[in-house]
């Protein structure tokens, strides 16, 4: 199994409402789950956001948590409802309703990595999807929740950065439409999320490093941002999609040379969101 469920990075002085999180850039792969797999141990991670946990470490030097998930994407998906199991994976599990992410192999056990290539050759226990969920998704979960409601108590309110990475081949629908291939994705849920201000705030601090942004196209954010975003209490969820071109060879799933120069870029961003959350801050809407 994953050695951990997640891994927390706190600053030595805890100066800002927000909390980073990255529920898929974990790489931990057991060996038999690998083994047991349809896929070879390369091909497994095209799911994964890799290295988008070294691209925010910079967030505690700016006094805000970075939460880590310990468990990879293929194993175990954090960014969906402990409900969206899949009957074509496990056994003794009804269809109920229709819910496009588990219908296309997307649930939280996931079926399938990217491009639709399955994982298993058959399917899995409930006992074993329950398991995994025990000792991943809800550990997860509840220290997400723990450090939003540390944010509520000591800041008065709390803004969650939810981070993950979009192959480039993801935006190709865009440039086909004659439009600019963003950088950055933000998700807020087309406003449900968060306060447009904070929002605002958010792609300011991309637009000022030079990169281009949208908003909810074509990644408005998932379970994560749906659960979290609770603007009328204080708690407010943006998903942050980056480009993996930016910063990575996604064929080999390895960092680009320039990787540092995009990282160093990246913490002047973190720093200029970690203000957002600054006590001295304050938002028309407060």
């Not at 060996?31 to 691209?55: G, K, P």
């Not at 008065?156 to 086909?176: F, K």
């Not at 004659?178 to 637009?207: K, M, Q, Y």
Request: with cysteine.
């Amino acid at each position: 199994m994953p050695k951990t469920a997640f891994t927390v990075l706190e600053p030595d002085c805890r100066s800002s409402a927000v909390v980073f999180a990255s529920p898929h850039s974990a790489c931990d792969y057991p060996e038999w789950f690998v083994r047991r797999s349809l896929l070879n141990a390369h091909s497994i991670r095209s799911s994964e956001d890799a290295f988008v946990d070294r691209l925010f470490e910079a967030a505690p030097l700016h006094g805000a948590p970075f939460l880590k998930a310990g468990a990879p994407r293929a194993f175990l998906d954090l960014n969906r409802s402990v409900d969206e199991l899949d009957p074509a994976l496990i056994k003794g599990v009804r269809k109920v309703g229709h819910n496009p992410r588990v219908a296309s192999g997307l649930g939280v056990i996931p079926r399938v990595v990217a491009n639709g290539r399955p994982i298993y050759s058959g399917k899995l226990s409930l006992e074993e999807a329950n398991r995994r969920i025990d000792s991943y998704w809800r550990p997860y979960h509840a220290r997400l929740q723990q450090l939003l409601n540390e944010s509520i108590d000591m800041f008065g309110r709390a803004v969650l950065i939810d981070c993950h990475s979009m192959p480039n081949e993801a935006l190709d629908s865009m440039a086909h439409a004659g439009r600019t291939r963003p950088d950055i994705v933000l998700g807020d849920r087309f406003g449900a999320s968060s306060d447009s201000e904070i929002v605002d705030l958010i792609e300011d601090a991309f637009l000022g490093a030079g990169l281009n942004i949208t908003r909810n196209t074509p990644f408005a954010g998932a379970y994560v941002t749906q659960h979290y975003g609770r603007p009328s209490r204080k708690q407010h969820a943006v998903q942050i999609e980056i480009n993996r071109s930016l910063y990575m060879d996604e064929a080999r799933i390895e960092p680009r040379s320039d990787f540092a120069e995009f990282q160093n870029l990246l913490a002047t961003v973190i720093g200029k969101i970690a203000e957002i959350g600054r006590p001295g801050q304050r938002l028309a809407a407060e």
